[in-house]
Every structure is written in C-alpha cells, then in structure tokens.
C-alpha cells in the first residue's frame, strides 16, 4: 500500500471534499482516500500494482478539480556570470541537462539565469554549480523559491483573484442594484436617469440590466462551469445551487425582457437580473474573506516554517563560506555568531553559549550550551561563538519533523468532523429537492410564477455547505496550530477530540513529576563491608547505565573519585535492578522486590529503608554474594511546575495518579508533595500499561504523562498518550501529544487547548446547522405562510457568505488562546 | 487601463441603447394604442382648426383632447384639454378665481406648450402622425400608467389624457384627468362634479417616490 497526499485546488464546499472522496475511494485499488478542504489536500492510501497516482490524479482532473503538483523534481534558478552571447546559454543549457539528476535545464541569455529542474536525492545544487564552473562561466547564490513561498504565492494569487473578480462583480452589480431598486431608493440624492425609467422605458432599461449583469456573470463564471459539470454528473456542489439559483433568476429575466419588446410592460416587474447579479456578488465577497480567514488559520505553520534560516556560514578549507541551506550537508561545521540563528540540527563542537530555544519549545528562558550539546535549527544564538557539526539537516530537523507533525495533525480529520462530512454529502440534493418542493408547493397553492421562482431561488442561494465543511477543519487547524507554538504538538484531529474528555491523567514519576536527574543522598553500609567500597561495586555495576538511578550513583562515584572496577558479568533485570559479578563478587543492586525474590534478608536495614522511603527517597539495596551489604539512597527534585500543573488538573475535575516503579512509601512522600492521592507504586514496566487498562476499565478516559521508552506501551494503551519532549523518542512516537519542554504546566494546557477547539467547533456546527436548519424553511416561505415576511433571494445570498466567515471567524478566535503559565498564572 | 476601456464601453453602450428610439416600446406601442383609440372612434377625430391640431371628442362631447399639428404654429396650447365649464360652476366655482385663460367660451381649457419647433411631415398629415411626432420629438410627455395599463400625454399640472393600451382588455378606453386642486381653490366641492369622479390615483412623483395623488377622473368605455 501506498500512501500520498495531494493538493487539491478547485473546491468550493465541502461537497466537493466529498465529491473527491467519493470518486477516489471507488477507484479499484484505493483503500481509503480523505479530503481535507481546510488543507485542501488528498490523503490517499492504494495499491500500487492496481491504481497509479496518476490514475487518481486523472479521476480527480475529470470531475472538474485541478491536482497542483508538489514535484518531487526541485526547481532552483542559478544567475550565472559570463554568458557574452547566445551560444553560451545553449552551452550550459547542454551541459546541464547532460547532469544526471536534471530533468530540464534552460538558460535565459537576457536575464542571465539558468532555470533547473531536479532530483535532489540524485544532484546537489552544488554539482550543478561545478558543473557550469567547469565549463568556464561563474555560477553565483542561487535564487530558490521555497514550497512556504510557492504555497504563499498560490494563496495570495488565489486571493488577489478572487478580490478582482468581487471588485468586477461589485463594479456592475452596484449600479445593476440601484437600478433595480430604483422605486425603493427614491429618497437617495442620485436619481434615476429618466431614459432610465422603469415604466416609461422598460426595454432599455431591462437591456441595460443585462448589460451590467454580463461581466457580474463573467466574473463568477466558474461557479457555473464547476456547478453545471458537478450537476451533470449527479455529485452538485455549492457551485450547483450558486449556479441553478442564479440562471433561473437570468433565464425568467430574459423571458421577461423578451416579453417587454412584445409589448408587455408589466414584465419589468419579473425582471431578477440584480438578483443573480448581487448573489455573485455577494458569494465572491464571502469567497474572498473565506480565502483571507483560511489564510490566517494556517498561519501557525507559516511562522515555523519562516523560522529556519535561508543561509549557513559553512567552514571550508579553514575559511568562513555563507552557504545556501539546502546546500549544508550533514558533517558540515557550521560557524554561529551571537544573534544569529542557528541553521540545522547539531552538536556542539567549539565554544560556550546560550540559545533561545523558545520558538521550538515555548521555553523563554534560555539554555546555556556547550561542548558536546546539542543545537536545533531555528534557535537563536544569544552571547557566544560557536561551531558545531551539522548532524541533521533539510527535513530531517527537529524543526522540519514539527512542521511535519504539525501539517499531518491539520490534514487529519477529527470523528467529530465524520457528522459534518455525512451531512455535507447528501446536502445539496436534498436542498435541490427541497427548493422543486417548495417552487411546485407554492405555485400549486396558488401563488404567481414569479413568487415561487423567488422562493426557489432563495432556497437554493442560502443553503450553505461551505459553513459545514469548513466548521471542524478550520478549528483543528487554529487549535493545533496554537498549540504548536505554545510547544504543545498535537498528533492529529482525534487526539486533539479525545484529550478534552479526559478525566483521569496518570503521571510517570521519574523524568515526569520529578527532574529526573536524581542524586545519592544517604549510604548506609552493612558491618560487613564500608560506604567506600559499597559505593565502587554500586557504580561499577551501574557503569554504563542508562537507568537515572543507576546514572545517580555513577555520578556520585566520579565525583568522589572512585576507582571502577572492572565487571565480569551484567544483566539488567527490567523493573527491578541489575545482577553483576565485579572481581568474583556476585552482587545485585535493585529494589526490595529484587532483594525479596532472591530471598534475601533485609531486616538489619529494615529501619534505615523505612526512614528513607518516608523522606521521599529511593532506597537502592546491594547484595553482595546474596548478602545485604547496604543501602544508597538516591533522591530526586519535583518539578517547579509539578504541583501547580497537578492542582489545575484537579481544579479542571480531573482525577490525578501517579505510577512508578519505585516503592510505595518514596513514591506516596513524592505523591504528597505533589498533591497526588493516587499512587501507583511498585510497578513493573510492563505493567503500566495494564494499570492504565484497569482504569480505563474502570470507565475512565485516561491520559498518560510520561518520558520513558518504559513508558511507551501505557501511552500507546491510554487515551490519551502525552510524551515529555525532553523525553526519549520512542515516547514521543508512541505519544498522541508531544510537549517539547518539561514544563508540567503543558498538560493542562494541552486539555484546556483540546476542549477550547472541541467548543469551537461545537459552536462551529451548531451555527452551521442552525443556519441551515433555520434559514431553508424561511427562504422555503415558512414565515410568509404565517404572514410573516417572504425573504429575498439578496438576503439569503448575502446570509450565505456570511455564515461561512462567522464559522472562519469563530475559528480564528482560537489564535487567542492563551497557556497556562507556570509561573504567575 | 483595461478596467478603463472596459468602463468606458460601458458607459457608451448604455449611452446609445439609451437614445435608440427602436428600443422605446413604450413610445412605439403607445402610437399603435392611439392609432386603434381613433380608428374606433373615426366620427369623434377632428382637425381642430383653431387650434392648428386634431381632436379626440368624448362620446358626450362633454370634452375634448387636441394636440397639435405643428408646436410652431399652436395659437395656445401643444396639447390640451377642453372641457364643459358647467359641472365646475354646478359644484360651486367662481370663476373669478380660477386662474387666468383658463376658461374660454363656457370652457376649461388646461394644456401645455411642447415646444416651437415647425414640424414636417412624409406625406399626407394625419391625427396619428402628429402624435408620432410628439412621442418622437417630446417623449418626455407621454407616459405609461401601470396602475391602469394606460398610455397618456402629459398637460402638466397635473392634468393627463390618457387611453387604453388594449382597448379589449379595458374598461377605460379614454380618461381625462384633471388636477382637482385649482377648482377647489375656486371653491368647487370635487364630489359634486357631474360627470367626473373624484378619485385617488395611485402614481409617482418626480424622485420616483409612489404617491396617491386626488384627481378629476372622466372616464369613457369607447368599445
């Protein structure tokens, strides 16, 4: 199975995201196809050995979309210096194309410029460079255009328009409405020009509507051919009711008109030319401000994606070269000056500094580096040099991989999205019928043609599937956009659902709760050996260990200067400790259920381990030749932010537990120090995942906080899955929600983010549907059945583009968000 | 510069559908309505010698409507109407005080000057050329009353004759209207009027604001 995304270009509504997903999906071989039209992309999963891309891309062209290529072949334009005449153009042009790698190469002699298409994986814009150097002409920066600015190019194009066609449409409609409603506007100071005159030239003025409604029409004409088409093959779309709505208007106008040079003047009054002019009008203006709102809804992504910076200062030869950063390649050493960002992904080789990692983490404070630390592109270099060693570079960075999680997350769609796309699929039919419904009902009541072609049209200009197709994807897009740049990073539109019915988190302790850098704080030997000698086999045994309390130990022992021996033989024992042989010495070093399961007798330390334990300290026993040698206390610092983020939790009505490996009684002074009245200690790795089952069994929605590779299981089997960022990769991928820093203050921002978006939307459909559900039956001529007023088809037009801005507005009031603060907040 | 171009063809195009006198229907069918008004009266169409015009007597002969043959050589009036002056003093006018000319010979004459030009004619000069050359030289003066599908000539004032568009599907095949307003002032009570009905009629002003305005209404079933 493969998997592709393609951006789709053409959609108006939801319907044509449905439309999509309905032709794509029934082609024989793809297993599922997804539109999102907030993104406007394509998800699509099928089997190569029985559909093609190109196939899909084929299915998607003939029902009248457009699939916007994302090649994979790269585009870079290299102004080039020395070109004196035509032969030299076609020269470099040849050698170029020659390139392996280089699909098309052309060489402009006026501008100077060499335009190449390419496969990065096969040729680096560097051997392109070589290679017109080669042949003698100098090959300067190169100009590239980024996919952000062919992204932003095509929107802003996209926008400017459709503001041009409004302005066209507003231009001629203007006038078209104030002639029109000249007998309404007879107290406006510009009076009707005479020759104008409805009753008195009837003829010229209905010719003179046509001519304003001409380039209105021209300027709205894709709502007619993507209308029409869509109709034609049975899958209408917003464009469909635009389109049908509008030429019964012109079609009944041009009868009418033909009846006026016939002779009968009273057809001025069937006369709806201002009608379809206006729609258009109004459905451009609403079309306009949608592209503009759905602009800033995906503007969270476009400011990490501005971030990285476009050049490196690359050290060559001993010299400082200002590189291209699609030039920097992995193994490069980069030179960074203070105030600088810093462009890729590395480690630290030379110099001391600190780096304001806050637009990758959220993190104000920054974070002194040094030797042998690691540095991410887009950070900022405060007060010192530096050099490091490009380790990751172009989309392999951490700021690249975000923007990735996040552009995934906004293309997912959320289960509460499925309702909306439900309904958006049978939409359009339904409103056709309702509107031949009530056309035929009202005429067969009685009423005049011109009456129920009114009510038709109304009908079918109000009904508006935009505002349901836009509802869900528009608030994911805000909702994850900021929380992406509050270093909340939220997996997908499910995740984002799902953590706003959470009601029970249970914390990791270590590396979660705590700093998890815990230090030796008591020894306590046995008679028969000393706290020294304790220490060396302790550290020796743990030499190498990637477990925090064996990393304390070792600590601790290098800090005292103690020798390490040499050990003969190691094995971790998951969840309980570690059984080495160091200089013929059978030892173990672990917890008291390691100690209880080699029946080994601790009950000379019985006291001391109790104290400790009380104090929040974690007792680690060592057995030397199945003998209790002693005990070394290892303790490690809560969090600032611990106890504030756990009482906001609990302040929210969710209940909080804390799960850890570590004996009960450290784990219950931990818990108290939090606030945590649920401990779950003593808990084998493998068996925190069945922890969070039994909760979960319990009926409860949980939420997993946690660091650790030994916590990736209960994070996958949580509800909710929330990684610490300063935490371990396989947590982080096993995680439904990422916090790149350690703040424990993200958690219940995180949640208060998900139900901030989830209301959203809520609110989003509620006005969507309520529009809908009240709108259709007053265009249907409900309330003039009850001698109310009967709506004009101007209003419902214009009601329509407004519902779908209020949703796109609604949803941008999410960029207003605000995190809780651990500090003052 | 091509929104421009594209204004300005605009403009134009609305500028010459405005003055071509082939779109004015209303002009164009009120002559044909007219033209079938006096080819079902032929006894009551006259030249008015006077007047230098035609006339169109009501089946009464209790008034008349005359338009003239050339504005050049009118002694008075382009169009106007000339009426009994009787019923007036019937329901009290003093004729004192109606406004100066306006009664001449035991008649009401209310009208108005079109113009000066000499009018020229193809051919033999008939009751309906001469009104083909009011709605071709003074359009402004003919109307079209939706309210009643009538065409009618504009005697200012507030004073109208006016005739069904399609005589078949009309119970007032000719009105004369008269604006009630002076008489009163002459102290004539307008629902003692015999032979006219004191009428709202429901029209526009010069703005296009719709209005009901009272008028002298004596209306005829010529078929």
Known sequence: MNQETMKISGMTCAACAQRIQKVVGKLDGVANASVNIATEKLSVEYDTQKVSSADIKQAVVKIGYGVIEEAEAKEVTIPIGGMTCAACAQRIEKVLNKQDGVSKASVNLATEKATISYDPQKIKISALKQSIEKIGYKALEIEKKGAV??????????????????????????????????SMVWWLPFPIPKALNAMQFPLVYALVQILLTIPVIIAGYRFYTVGFKALI????????????????????????????????????EGLYFETAGVIITLILLGKSLEAVSKGKTSEAIKKLMGLAPKTAIVIQDGKEVETPIDEVEIGDVILVKPGEKIPVDGVVLEGNTTIDESMLTGESMPIDKKSGDQVYAASI??????????????????LAQIIKLVEDAQSSKAPIAQMADIVSGYFVPIVCLIAVIAFAAWLISGQSLVFALTIFISVLVIACPCALGLATPTAIMVGTGKGAEHGILIKGGEALETAHKINTIVFDKTGTITEGKPEVTDITATSQTSKERLLQIAASGEKGSEHPLGEAIVRKAEKDQIEFLAVDQFEAIPGHGIEVTIDGVHTLIGNRKLMVERNISLEELEKESDRLAAEGKTPMYVA????????????????????????KLQEMGIEVAMITGDNKKTAEAIAKQVGIDRVLAEVLPQDKANEVKKLQSEGKKVSMVGDGINDAPALVQADIG???????????????????????????????????????????????????????????????????????????????????????????????????????? | MKKIVLGIMAMATVVTLTSCRQLDVVG??????????????????????????????APDGSAKFIWSKDFNKSPIYDVMLEVDLKPFTNAGADVNKLPGGMVKDNKIVVGTSLGNESLSYDGEVTPIKSYEKIVEMKRDSVKYHAALDHFGVDLENGNMFEWAKDMGHNDKDIVFVLNPKVFIDAGVDPNKVEGWVFAKVETMDAKGKPIKVDKLLKPFNIK
């Not at chain 1, 190019?153 to 302005?167: N, P, S």
């Not at chain 1, 709505?245 to 001025?268: D, E, K, P, R, W």
């Open chain 1, 722 to 825: 929330i990684a610490i960022g300063s935490g371990t990769d396989v947590a982080m991928e096993s995680a439904d929600i990422v916090l790149m820093r350690s703040d424990l203050m993200d958690v219940p921002t995180a949640i208060h983010l998900s139900k901030s978006t989830i209301r959203n939307i809520k609110q989003n459909l509620g006005w969507a549907f309520g529009y809908n559900i009240a709108g259709i039956p007053i265009a249907a001529g409900v309330l003039y059945l009850f001698g109310g007023p009967l709506l004009n088809p101007i209003f419902a037009a214009a009601a329509m583009s407004l519902s779908s801005v209020s949703v796109l507005t609604n949803a941008l009031r999410l960029k207003r968000f605000k995190p809780y603060q651990s500090k003052n907040g």
């Open chain 2, 28 to 57: 164009k069918t009120s002559a044909s309505s007219f033209k079938q008004i006096l080819d079902a009266v032929p006894s009551q169409v006259a030249a008015d010698e006077s007047e230098n015009g035609w006339s169109l007597t």
């Open chain 1, 233 to 268: 093959q049975r899958s209408p779309n917003m464009d469909s009711l635009i389109a049908i709505g509008t030429s019964a208007a012109i079609i009944y106008s041009l009868y009418s008109t033909y009846q006026i040079a016939t002779g009968n003047f009273h057809a001025v």
């Open chain 1, 381 to 398: 270099n405060k007060n010192g040099i530096i050099r490091f060693e490009a380790k990751k570079v172009g989309g392999d960075t951490a």
């Open chain 1, 624 to 647: 030397m030749d199945n003998q209790l040698s002693g005990i070394i206390a290892v303790a490690d610092v809560v969090k600032q932010s611990s106890a504030k983020a756990i009482k």
């Open chain 1, 149 to 182: 600015d062919e992204d932003k190019i095509r929107k802003e194009k996209e926008i400017r328009t459709l503001w041009r066609k409004f302005t066209i449409s507003a231009i001629f409609g203007t006038p078209l409405l104030y002639l029109a409603m000249g």
